[in-house]
C-alpha cells in the first residue's frame, strides 16, 4: 500500500533514513511529506517505532492543482472510505480557503458518516500549497508529541526537531554526546531512546488506532552515553522529571555545572555536542574545544549567530529547520584536531 508521513520543513531526510533503516524501503520526499510503499503491518510498525514524523497515514489519494477546492470532490466520491469516520487535517500555505472549507467539502462529498466522538477511524487531509494528500492515519493522533514532556522549558524543543538534530550529529552506539544547555531534557532523552530502541511511544501505545504494538518492541544494547547539563536548577530538576517519565532517567548523565566548568568535570571526552543556545555560537565553541575528541562534531541550534567561526573548528552544514510556524536556524562544525 501507499504510505505518507507528515513533518515539518528540514526534517524530511531523516524521516526518509528512518523508513530505510526501519523498513528497508525506499521514499520519496517532498517539502514536509516523504511517501513510500509499505504493507499495512509495516505502515503500523513505522508510526510506532519513527521519532521525526508527525502523522503516518495510508494513503487514499492525492491531487495537485491550483484549483485545489474545485477538484477535491472528484477525488473524495472516487475513494473507498470506512463507514464511519473523524476528520482531521492540516493546511499549510496561501489558499482562498480555509480547513473548514476543506472538512465541509469533504463531509458533503464523501458517502460516510463522520462522528466526532468515534475515533476507531480518521480520515486526515494534507494539503501543502498546490498538492492535496487524503489517507486515513494510522495512530490516530500528533506523533510529534511527547508523552514524557509533562515539565516543559519556556524553549523547548519537539521531539522530532530534537532528535533529528541527534542524527545531523551522526550520534552512534559508540557516541559521548552532550547537551550543555539541557533545559527540559528532549535532546537527551531523545537521543538516549534512539540508543535504547525504545519507541518514543512505548508508555501510549494503548491511544494508538492499530492494535498489537508490542510486537515490535525492541531493546539494544548499547555503549553510547549521554550527559545533560545545566547550571540552573529548575531547568535540570525538569530534565530529571522527564527522563524518569520517559524510563531514560538511567541511561541519562545529569550534571549541574555552568559550561566553563564542564571540561574539568566530565569524566570522559564527548564526540558530539548537540544543544541550542541563546549565546552566540562562538562563545560555546570556544568551550567545546577543551572537552572534545578530535574530529568531534557541534550541531547548535541558534538564535544568535555573530559569523566567527573559534581556531579549531570549521562549519561543514548549514540548516534551516522548522517547528509549528517557526523557523530555526541550524549550524554543524567539525573539530578540526
Not at 502523522?55 to 484549483?67: A, F, K, M, Q, T
Not at 571540561?263 to 566530565?266: G, M, Q, R, V
Given at each position: 500500500m501507499k504510505a505518507l508521513s507528515l513533518t515539518n520543513k528540514g526534517i524530511e531526510p531523516f524521516v526518509?533514513?528512518?523508513?530505510?533503516?526501519?523498513?528497508?524501503?525506499?521514499?520519496?520526499?517532498?517539502?514536509?511529506?516523504?511517501?513510500?510503499?509499505?504493507?499495512?503491518?509495516?505502515?503500523c510498525k513505522f508510526a510506532y517505532q519513527a521519532r521525526?514524523?508527525?502523522?503516518?497515514?495510508?494513503?487514499?489519494?492525492?491531487?495537485?492543482?491550483?484549483?485545489?477546492?474545485?477538484?477535491l470532490p472528484s477525488l473524495v466520491r472516487s475513494l473507498s472510505l470506512p463507514k464511519e469516520c473523524t476528520?482531521?487535517?492540516?493546511?499549510?500555505?496561501?489558499?482562498a480557503f480555509n480547513s473548514q472549507d476543506v472538512k465541509a467539502c469533504i463531509q458533503e462529498h464523501a458517502n460516510v458518516s463522520f462522528s466526532y466522538s468515534s475515533y476507531k477511524n480518521m480520515l486526515f487531509?494534507?494539503?501543502?500549497?498546490?498538492?492535496?494528500?487524503?489517507?486515513?492515519?494510522?495512530?490516530?493522533?500528533d506523533l510529534s508529541k511527547r508523552d514524557y514532556k509533562i515539565f516543559p522549558s519556556s524553549f523547548s524543543l519537539k521531539g522530532p526537531l530534537a532528535y533529528s538534530l541527534v542524527r545531523l550529529a551522526s550520534f552512534g552506539q559508540q557516541s559521548v554526546m552532550l547537551d550543555p544547555f539541557c533545559r527540559d531534557g528532549t535532546i537527551a532523552i531523545e537521543a538516549a531512546l534512539f540508543a535504547s530502541g525504545q519507541s518514543?511511544?512505548?508508555?501510549?501505545?494503548?491511544?494508538?488506532?492499530?492494535?498489537?504494538?508490542?510486537?515490535?518492541?525492541?531493546?539494544?544494547?548499547?555503549?553510547?552515553?549521554?550527559?545533560?547539563?545545566?547550571?540552573?536548577?529548575?531547568?535540570?530538576?525538569?530534565?530529571?522529571?522527564?527522563?524518569?517519565?520517559a524510563d531514560m532517567h538511567k541511561s541519562i548523565h545529569f550534571r549541574k555545572y555552568a559550561i566553563d566548568d564542564l571540561?574539568?568535570?566530565?569524566d570522559t571526552k564527548v564526540t558530539t555536542i548537540v544543544t541550542s543556545v541563546k549565546k552566540t555560537v562562538g562563545a560555546l565553541l570556544h568551550r567545546a574545544d577543551a572537552m572534545t575528541v578530535s574530529k568531534a562534531l557541534v550541531v547548535v541550534l541558534y538564535q544568535q549567530y555573530e559569523g566567527e567561526v573559534p581556531k579549531g573548528f570549521h562549519e561543514l552544514r548549514r540548516l534551516t529547520m522548522s517547528m509549528g510556524k517557526q523557523d530555526f536556524s541550524v549550524l554543524v562544525f567539525e573539530k578540526s584536531t
Open positions: 526518509v533514513q528512518e523508513i530505510k533503516e526501519l523498513l528497508g524501503r525506499d521514499a520519496e520526499s517532498h517539502h514536509r511529506v516523504v511517501l513510500f510503499e509499505a504493507s499495512e503491518e509495516e505502515v521525526s514524523v508527525s502523522r503516518v497515514l495510508r494513503l487514499l489519494g492525492s491531487l495537485e492543482s491550483p484549483n485545489l477546492l474545485e477538484e476528520i482531521d487535517g492540516i493546511r499549510v500555505g496561501s489558499h487531509f494534507v494539503i501543502i500549497d498546490e498538492a492535496c494528500y487524503l489517507g486515513l492515519d494510522v495512530a490516530g493522533r518514543p511511544h512505548y508508555f501510549c501505545k494503548r491511544k494508538f488506532l492499530c492494535d498489537a504494538l508490542d510486537r515490535f518492541d525492541r531493546s539494544i544494547t548499547t555503549d553510547a552515553k549521554v550527559f545533560a547539563s545545566s547550571s540552573q536548577f529548575s531547568h535540570l530538576s525538569a530534565a530529571k522529571k522527564n527522563a524518569k517519565i571540561d574539568i568535570l566530565l
